[in-house]
């Protein structure tokens, strides 16, 4: 929230692309500094305090996708194009307390479904807040965090945290949240996953620090970096 006041915090590492769960409405985000301001940028949500922004720093612009549908609230399609490359984006922040399915991952595996055939093994990213983890997954309910990673994996599309840095799901090493901003209370509950030929390309996933990114929000970023 209140993203006009952390921007230059997360604009310091120079992002392409920056996507911002719990984001404030665009007529909110008057910079003061005019190399914060996005070239594009798309917003959604009902409270104008908190939606999802999706923003462009580089020459890539955002289409939302026709098949958009508005009952998955924070999982988004886009196209993101410029005139040498283009590819697809969902934007993710899992979160929609009006759904009687579930409100977490389950729309996450709703989405999933519905957008099967843009779900590719090439030019395909999936990022943002997934609110979810294998550690919370329910034995006998279809649809939890080890279903979703499985399902995605099966399309060729691949989280770059746990391949770049090699970790088990469920014992993630570096957290990207703390609950209520306590040290003692951390999750990995944020991804980026990219289809195959993005994930030949990883050069770094970086996952802030805590002591540094507590003053702005109980998340931290997950920066991925990949090569041309």
Same mark, same amino acid.
């Given at each position: 929230?209140?993203?006009?006041?952390?921007?230059?915090?997360? $604009?310091?590492y120079n992002p392409d692309i920056l996507i911002v769960p719990e984001c404030?409405?665009? %007529?909110?985000?008057?910079?003061?500094?005019?190399?914060?301001?996005?070239? %594009?940028?798309?917003?959604?949500?009902?409270?104008?305090?908190?939606?999802?922004?999706?923003?462009?720093?580089?020459?890539?612009?955002?289409?939302?996708?026709?098949?958009?549908?508005?009952?998955?609230?924070?999982?988004?399609?886009?196209?993101?194009?410029?005139?040498?490359?283009?590819?697809t984006l969902f934007a993710v922040w899992a979160n929609n307390p009006q759904?009687?399915?579930?409100?977490?991952?389950?729309?996450?595996?709703?989405?999933?479904?519905?957008?099967?055939?843009?779900?590719?093994?090439?030019?395909?990213?999936?990022?943002?807040?997934?609110?979810?983890?294998?550690?919370?997954?329910?034995?006998?309910?279809?649809?939890?965090?080890?279903?979703?990673?499985?399902?995605?994996?099966?399309?060729?599309?691949?989280?770059?945290?746990? $391949?770049?840095?090699?970790?088990?799901?469920?014992?993630?090493?570096?957290?990207?949240?703390?609950?209520?901003?306590?040290?003692?209370?951390?999750?990995?509950? %944020?991804?980026?996953?990219?289809?195959?030929?993005?994930?030949?390309?990883?050069?770094?996933?970086?996952?802030?620090?805590?002591?540094?990114?507590?003053?702005?929000?109980?998340?931290?970023?997950?920066?991925?970096?990949?090569?041309?």
């Amino acid at each position: 929230m209140a993203f006009r006041k952390k921007a230059a915090a997360i $604009l310091a590492y120079n992002p392409d692309i920056l996507i911002v769960p719990e984001c404030e409405h665009p %007529d909110k985000l008057i910079f003061t500094n005019e190399a914060n301001k996005p070239k %594009d940028l798309l917003w959604f949500g009902e409270n104008k305090n908190k939606g999802l922004g999706i923003f462009s720093y580089c020459d890539f612009k955002f289409k939302l996708i026709k098949i958009h549908d508005p009952s998955l609230k924070m999982i988004i399609p886009i196209l993101v194009s410029n005139q040498h490359f283009k590819f697809t984006l969902f934007a993710v922040w899992a979160n929609n307390p009006q759904d009687p399915d579930g409100h977490y991952v389950e729309q996450v595996w709703k989405a999933i479904h519905l957008y099967d055939r843009k779900l590719k093994s090439t030019r395909t990213i999936l990022a943002g807040d997934f609110n979810s983890n294998t550690i919370w997954d329910r034995k006998y309910r279809k649809g939890n965090h080890t279903h979703v990673v499985g399902y995605l994996e099966a399309k060729g599309i691949f989280s770059t945290y746990h $391949l770049h840095h090699r970790q088990i799901k469920g014992k993630e090493q570096h957290p990207t949240q703390y609950m209520y901003r306590h040290k003692d209370k951390p999750y990995h509950l %944020d991804y980026c996953f990219v289809s195959n030929d993005f994930a030949k390309k990883i050069q770094s996933v970086e996952i802030g620090a805590y002591d540094l990114w507590m003053q702005y929000s109980d998340h931290v970023p997950v920066m991925v970096t990949l090569g041309d």
